[in-house]
């Protein structure tokens, strides 16, 4: 089955930084990539999302890039604000009829003001 | 607000009980996901039911079953609970079970004393 490996576990940055984190895959068919963001006591949250027919993807200060030839995908943060702390998940599926998800361990984000 | 309403948010029961989860998804989804978030095991995947009916299995105990209603809510069932089925449990729900955005409840936070 599909294996998702993140990098960092934990991050710390200083507001206004840029934060990166990265996540590879195993399964070649795989073709949509989820970023969630989890807030304490709160279940995931969808931040962004790309497709394999696209390389990159932006929403304002949240950008998600696409390599499949490497199969890797990181996400990118500019102007890092104390609330973007919280722990972040990338997940991946492929277009099998029923898909499900499978996710990373998780990186926590710490932006320090 | 996601729109998947799960209950309850907080469960303490003892070894050997049994349990049940309920879940109900964003107004118009079909499909229904349940996971288990556990601080040495991440996001793991369940069961996934759509339209009433299972449609894909994932690392769910013997000891786990699930059920989909006509109304679309579905319950998650544990039972002879052991010390290390404690953990946070998500429903998550999908337009229908194709390759899309999954939108996630806040959780039920189970505690086996």
């Known amino acids: 089955g599909e294996n998702v490996e993140q990098h960092p576990s934990t991050l710390s940055v200083q507001e206004g930084d840029s934060a990166v984190i990265k996540c590879t895959y195993s399964?070649?068919?795989?073709?949509?990539f989820p970023w969630y963001k989890q807030e304490l006591g709160k279940g995931p949250q969808l931040i962004i999302d790309i497709r394999s027919n696209v390389g990159e993807k932006k929403d304002q200060r949240i950008a998600v890039t696409l390599n499949k030839t490497a199969k890797h995908f990181s996400l990118h943060i500019t102007e890092t604000q104390p609330e973007d702390s919280a722990v972040y998940f990338c997940a991946a599926s492929k277009n099998s009829g029923y898909s499900t998800l499978t996710f990373g361990k998780g990186t926590m984000l710490l932006v320090s003001p | 607000d996601s729109g998947v309403t799960q209950t309850p948010k907080h469960l303490i029961t003892a070894t050997g009980q049994r349990v049940t989860l309920r879940c109900s998804p964003r107004?118009?989804?079909?499909?229904v996901y349940w996971y288990q978030q556990s601080l040495d095991q991440g996001l793991q995947f369940l069961i996934q039911?759509?339209?009433?009916?299972?449609?894909a299995k994932g690392n769910i105990l013997e000891r786990f079953s699930a059920q989909q209603f006509p109304d679309l809510h579905s319950e998650l069932n544990l039972s002879s609970l052991e010390l290390g089925d404690s953990a946070l449990y998500f429903c998550?729900?999908?337009?229908?079970?194709?390759?899309?955005?999954?939108?996630f409840g806040d959780g039920t936070r189970l505690s086996i004393l």
């Open positions: 107004s118009g989804d079909l499909s």
């Open positions: 399964d070649s068919a795989s073709n949509y």
């Open positions: 039911y759509y339209n009433g009916e299972e449609r």
């Open positions: 998550a729900s999908t337009r229908d079970g194709s390759n899309q955005p999954q939108h």
